[in-house]
């Protein structure tokens, strides 16, 4: 993927993908779990501070995994239950960065 420059920031690189320099608005998924909109504020914050001239914007949703909490793991037969959703947004150009915790 090009890359396009951008001010240099001590805790990030000094990089954009090409396709999000071009845009105005970067879009970043999570889910609506208190943790993950918790861990996306801080996300949130600190591109704000390395790229102030960047406009960001939260896209929470609900995923597979959040939908559906009666049927026990084993039997969904499918992998990335909480981050599938997120991972469309990315494939699809919807969103430009997705915020998930691994636990």
Do not use: C, Y
């Not at 949130?44 to 501070?49: I, K, N, R, T």
């Amino acid at each position: 993927m090009s890359s396009t420059e951008v001010e240099s920031h001590p805790l990030t690189t000094n990089t954009l993908p090409s396709t999000t320099a071009s845009t105005s608005t970067i879009h970043i998924g999570t889910r609506r779990s208190k943790l993950a909109l918790i861990q996306t504020d801080i996300v949130h914050e600190a591109l704000q501070q390395a790229w102030p001239d960047k406009n960001f914007e939260i896209h929470a949703m609900s995923t597979m995994g959040d939908k559906n909490q009666t049927t026990p793991l084993h039997d969904f037969g499918a992998k990335s239950l909480w981050t599938h959703e997120l991972e469309a947004g990315l494939v699809e150009g919807t969103l430009d960065l997705i915020v998930h915790s691994l636990k």
